[in-house]
């Protein structure tokens, strides 16, 4: 191992991320709730996770399903109760387990005491809990917009003839970081959590936080991402998280993971690098981008992406935390479409490989992996066909946004197909009985119907060569082996377009790792500089070919294997 680099339980663990809503309900609202996790707890222990990272379960309105919250210290009524949440976190604890919660305070909800008493008159004390442009000033800056339906995140408030900065919905007004008041309301209520145990935070668009409060303006054709960019680059942003690692971190031994879009690798160590005490860990999106238009977030781009820069994304990040700070993997999450779907193949045919390849993945990458519930048995996009189908904010207001300026609908909603956020957010497919027995009432969004074909947890529970049977083996690997943890990484055969291929090491430990990309067989050769005189295999997905020598492989499609060389 590098000397430097100091072992933790949040850089060994494997995170699991549960969306509440779509995990399991047990009082048939059609909406999974606490208790529903609480049952299900023996079943995620035993697919060899360690730490859960919950999405919101804080009371909110449901603007953007939890991301707007109205009150940071108390329960949703939907999801269940305080009570609840206790006695979540004591299974958790004795099961072994660790709690992450969601951290969403680059914003509240509108529906916040602070925002309800901040817009009722320009001289309450809240007013500057958040951020205000008196009319009399003109009109604001542009300021770019992720759900507004005009994309404007001033929204005009005629109480005080003012108005109020929202990155996200107008529900979603923006919380003024500039304001001591405001931080120390959050870092108490940090510490609320942490006083019951929680074990950390990922932190929602924390880039975000710290504003220019001069509001400058940027050029007229400026794309969304150039507010990105800008919105990522806030003048305080490293002071306050400085701020609130030594007053509030510190204090525990918790995990910190920010949302970070807008960080680049050249101000990465900025956030995460030990000496500057700020986070432990964050989420890029330079591959959430990858398959995506130019300058776009949500827009697919129809000449698709390409392996080669696939690879060259993981090695890039990879090198800058070869040394200093800690690398987060992921392949998808709440806001993305479901993993297997987008860079596997969900076709019948390859579907099963491809799944267990990407697991394969990130469990040998240097960097705390994270997957996203659903993800251990292959769960797949849904692709719905009309707007009514839709329950996510950003496809609705993207739709409405189309329709008034009189745009392509249909090219739309086939975008959306391979974009939505939805495709993230469809229940879990427990077993074969109605809704995949997530719901005994009508469940909030639809349930891919492939539940009755092999993609639910009953399905496949006692089959060796199930999704789910190989996810259980394959992190009992990781585990195993602490040098696919630590080591060095190194990308082997990089113009490959088929095929990524890795060598870890760590002390005298090396692991050769394939992944193939491919609906063909694909023959691969392994540079000669990798001296070996032995080669040992620790899991393949698919059988071997009896035909491979000690440095020429042939690779089924989709296959993955690790080799432990000596
Ligand atoms: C983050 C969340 C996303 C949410 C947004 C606004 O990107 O992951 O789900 O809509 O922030 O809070």
Known sequence: MNQAVKRSWWKEGIVYQIYPRSFQDSDGNGIGDIRGIINRLDYIKSLGVDIIWLNPVYESPNDDNGYDISD?????????????????????????????????????????????????????????????????????????????VESNAWKYDATTDAYYLHYFSIKQPDLNWENP?????????????????????????????????SFPRLPDDAVPDDFISMYANGPNLHKYLNEMNREVLSNYDVMTVGEAPGVTLENALDLVSEDRGELNMFFHFDLMTLDRAPGEVFKMNPNGWSLKEFKRIFSEWDAVFARK????????????????????????????????????????????????????????????????????????NMYKKIATEGGDLDEFLLDQKDAGRDNARTPMQWDETDNAGFTKGDPWIEVNSNYKKGVSVVAQENDPYSVLNYFRRVTAVRKAHVGLVYGS?????????????????????????LLSFSTQNEALTIPGHLNYNRIEKLISNDLIKDDETYKEFLLRPYQAIVYKLS
């Open 325 to 396: 700070g800690w690398g987060s993997v992921f392949l998808n999450n709440h806001d993305f479409p479901r993993t297997v779907s987008r860079w596997g193949n969900d076709s019948p045919e390859h579907w099963r490989n491809a799944a267990t390849m990407l697991q394969t993945f990130l469990l040998t990458m240097r960097g705390t992996p994270y997957f996203y519930f659903g993800d251990e048995i292959g769960m797949t996009n849904i692709r719905f066909d009309r707007i009514e189908q839709y329950k996510d904010i950003n496809t609705i």
């Open 72 to 148: 940071y210290r108390s329960i949703m009524s939907d999801l269940g109760t305080m009570e609840d949440f206790d006695e979540l976190l004591e299974g958790m604890h004795r099961r072994g387990l660790k709690l992450v919660m969601d951290l969403v305070v680059n914003h509240s909800s509108d529906e916040h005491r602070w925002f309800q008493e901040s817009k009722s008159s320009r001289d309450n004390p809240y007013r500057d809990h958040y951020h205000w442009w008196p009319a009399e000033k003109g009109t604001p800056p542009k300021r770019w917009s992720y759900f507004d």
């Open 489 to 513: 990484y190194e990308l082997l055969n990089v113009n490959n377009e088929n095929v990524y291929a890795f060598l870890r090491s760590h002390d005298k430990e090396r692991y050769l790792v």
């Open 181 to 213: 008041k405001l931080r120390q309301e959050v870092y108490d209520l940090m510490r609320f959590w942490f006083e019951k145990g929680v074990d950390g935070f990922r932190m929602d668009v924390i880039s975000f936080i710290s504003k220019d409060t």
